[in-house]
């Protein structure tokens, strides 16, 4: 036979992933946050003062952009990686449960190319996931509240065209800091066929990362915690943007990357497939 | 090495902590052979397949598959070989055809345009095009089984290995398994099937190994091993207990007193069984009759296939491991 299709397999992988009712509720659920924050901030009475709920919560009721950055806010520290360590600890012990990992292998699949198909899947959903959150909100934030020139931190103001650009910088941004906890999600998952497993120590990691990241007795760590520039996206609410924040977040994930990708390669590629 | 087997293996071991599940075995399986693995549940079967399809490690020895060393070339031969390990398994929220487009997909070597073709056609071949578009988690567990054969047959071959293919199956699933090997085998693809059932594989093998213990303890084609059996006498009598001790006396080992299954004037008669070992059946009849044992007939054969396999593997075939 000839050889054919290259990208088949992460096509497949997409389609399979998103028309699964798990994601589709996942993905719901997170579209749910900023209609919540959205319609809690419309029914009530008084106006929100600076400083408090979340931050940006203040502004929304001026401007109905500003939902999609709370919600994103909101999100971060523990929906999204609720939804990612389900995604991320689902991929290969998931297969592995349903004993569905030992007919692609042997189809054969190629580890290396299976664990690449999950990773690019996994980084698809982080992507979708974020994104949903922000478009969910800059669409309920514009029904139910004025959308006009949008005020940065930094006193300036902008158009709404260019706070959207800014809204996918952080979407783009927000996916970026979840990449090591993707990685991290791949290798706990070849560990384990048991994918509930895999997605519960995935969260508690995510959960253990930020009360780390609270703690100021060790902050010698601080800066060493995957999650430790999940909200430096305020960066991108300033003009001129600064691109500090991505930079340290960038390379933190990628170290992140770099290290969980050879575990999980190194254990995937050695691994008895025994289920 | 030879390039007319498809599996070969030498001295293979695998290990899990200190238990050996498959404890140093040289398979031979011919080309065009249809191979029977047999052996108790718990023998090692599907551990040494798994292996054989570099699954799993092995802990010591070689495999060559098609001729190729595995795991090594995996990626070059995996693609000619189907197979079915543990039982079928499969995406239980997509249609029966979208789980074969999956496993398609995943095989490098599978051209994308023919693929619906391809899928159509084995399910038709496994008699499932009617429920091609269910989810498969409406399956029940003998549409699994099939399922998991056409997964095998997406693709020509060279090598099947199926592991329990009859499993969940009823009576007349069985004989659809038993003619669609008989016809991949006319095709000329090599087919390892294995089972710890003998009757259901006797029929269509030409070769067959037996497990035992993670050993192999009998390897050889059908007909060898027929050879292998020794000529038993069996008698049937009302007096089971003083024929057995007669037989005894006259030095045939291994005397049993057979299960009555299947036979219908069961009452008062029984099937008491030994190996002749040399002794004249003539002269155990005369012995029988001069200790007063009423016997009311009295035959010798080679032995059942069954019968040199329960003395193989030391226990029945449908004992569990
Ligand atoms: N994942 C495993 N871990 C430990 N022992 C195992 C594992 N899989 C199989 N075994 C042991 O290996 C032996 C052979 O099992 P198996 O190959 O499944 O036998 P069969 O397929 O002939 O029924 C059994 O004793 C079984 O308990
Ligand atoms: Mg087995």
Known sequence: ????????????????????????????????????????????????????????????????????????????????????????????????????????????????????????????????????????????????????????????????????????????????????????????????????????????????????????????????????????????????????STQRDALLQLGYVAVFGALAYSRFTTKDVLS | MSTELAIETTGLVKRFGHHAAVDGIDLVVPRGSVYGFLGPNGSGKTTTIRVI???????????????TAMPHDARNVLWRVGALVEGPAFYPYLSGAANLRRYDTANRQAPKDTRIARVDFALERVGLSHAAGKRVRAYSLGMKQRLGIAAALLAPRDLLVLDEPTNGLDPQGTREVRALVRSLAADGTTVFVSSHLLAEVEQICTHVGVMSNGRLVSQGTLDTLRGQTRPRLRIETLDPAKAMKVLDGLGLPDTRLESADGRPDTADSHLVSADLNGVAPEDACVALVAAGVRVRGLYTDHGSLEDSFVALTGEGFDVAG
């Open chain 1, 1 to 244: 036979m000839s050889r054919a299709d290259g990208g088949g397999l992460l096509v497949s992988e997409l389609v399979t992933m998103f028309r699964r009712r798990r994601t589709i509720a996942l993905l719901s659920v997170l579209a749910a946050v900023p209609v919540l924050i959205a319609v809690a901030v419309k029914l009530s009475t008084s106006d929100v003062q600076p400083g408090d709920g979340p931050a940006f919560l203040d502004r929304v009721s001026q401007n109905g952009l500003f939902v999609a950055v709370t919600a994103l806010v909101v999100s971060i520290p523990l929906f999204l990686p609720l939804a990612i360590g389900v995604v991320a600890g689902d991929t290969i012990a998931g297969e592995a449960g349903l004993g569905t990992l030992r007919y692609l292998l042997i189809a054969p699949v190629g580890r290396v190319r299976l664990l690449l198909v999950k990773f690019a899947s996994s980084i698809a959903f982080c992507l979708a996931a974020t994104v949903v959150v922000a478009v969910s909100g800059a669409i309920i934030g514009a029904i139910l509240f004025p959308v006009g020139r949008v005020t940065l931190l930094s006193g300036s103001t902008v158009s709404p065209g260019n706070a959207l650009g800014r809204a996918a910088l952080i979407a783009g941004y927000v996916t970026l800091s979840l990449l090591g906890m993707t990685a991290i999600g791949l290798f706990v998952s070849t560990l384990t066929e048991v994918p509930v497993g895999a997605m519960a120590a995935v969260v508690v990691l995510a959960i253990a990362s930020q009360i780390l990241d609270s703690i100021p007795q060790v902050s010698w760590i601080h800066p060493w915690l995957f999650s430790h520039e999940w909200l430096g996206f305020a960066d991108f609410m300033r003009d001129p943007i600064s691109w500090t």
């Open chain 2, 53 to 67: 399809l570099g699954l799993a490690s092995a802990s010591a020895g070689s495999v060559r598959l098609l001729g």
